[in-house]
Structure formats: C-alpha cells, structure tokens
C-alpha cells in the first residue's frame, strides 16, 4: 500500500474495531460467521487484530470485480485479507465520499468486517445472501444510516 492507502486503511481498520465493542455489531459479526466464544481467542475481535499484527492486509490492485477478498473461510488469524482499488475508492483525502450510503471509513470498516466473517467461517452463496450479509453489518454496525 502507498502512504495514502495505508492512511485510509488505518481509518477503515481503526474504525472496524472500534465497531467490535458494540454488543450489536459484535453479536452480528459473530452469528454471521458461526462464532460462538465472541470475546476468546478466535473471536471477531482478537482474529481482526491478529491479522493486522501478522501484517496480512494486502493491496491487489484487481481481483474480479471485488472490492475485496478474504483468502479462504474460516482460516481466523491466517486469513488474509486483499484490498483493491475498489476498496480505496475516494483515497487521496476525499473523506466525504461515500459508497453504500455509509461516509468513506464507514465504508472501509464495513468491507473490513465483511471479509473478517469471511475469515471467521462465514459465508454466502449468492448475491442475495451477500446483500443480506452487508445489511445486517449495515445495520448492527453502523445503525443502518
């Protein structure tokens, strides 16, 4: 990541765990991946903070259309997380931008949280699984704006 990437990832991550202090927004991300000890080892939290220490967020310019992608399911804190140019979407300081509704590191930490259920087990099928997905992170973490 540049210098730029890296300040907004810092934003979004910041801000992603901060988010996993609300009873909700924990609770969300936990049911949404399956995980049932929320505060221990291989909870939302200590497996988001485990792949920032294993510096496992990586920049792919382009994968497919994504904004984002986890390396596998349920691989907790081996999970690495890439982020594309999508992600980074209103980099340079447009703070204001937005996409989903949600202001810019909003935004971030939304995807953040996505690809983190992904890497605690969680899932979706379909594009309209998908959509539920981001709702309830929508909804529970950032009060549904």
């Known amino acids: ?3 730029d990437q ?7 991550y910041n801000l992603a765990l901060s988010k996993l202090d609300d009873p909700n927004c924990l609770g969300a991300i936990s049911e949404l991946a399956g995980v049932l000890d929320r505060d221990g080892p291989k909870g939302a939290k ?3 903070q485990g792949i920032r220490q294993r510096n496992s967020f990586v920049y792919v310019p ?3 259309g994504a904004i984002a992608q986890a390396s596998g399911t349920g691989l907790g804190i081996n999970t690495t997380i890439r982020l594309t ?3 980074f979407l ?3 300081g447009m703070s204001n931008l937005s996409r989903d509704s949600l202001p810019y590191a909003e935004s971030l ?3 953040i949280l996505h690809e983190l259920v992904h890497g605690l087990g969680g899932g979706h099928a379909n594009d309209e699984e998908h959509k539920r997905m ?3 992170i929508h909804t529970d973490c950032f009060g549904g704006h």
């Open 1 to 3: 990541m540049d210098e």
């Open 6 to 12: 890296w300040k907004n990832f810092l934003k979004g």
């Open 46 to 48: 200590a497996v988001l």
């Open 62 to 64: 382009v994968i497919r």
């Open 85 to 87: 140019d999508r992600f």
């Open 90 to 92: 209103g980099e340079l």
């Open 109 to 111: 930490a939304s995807t």
């Open 134 to 136: 981001n709702d309830r």
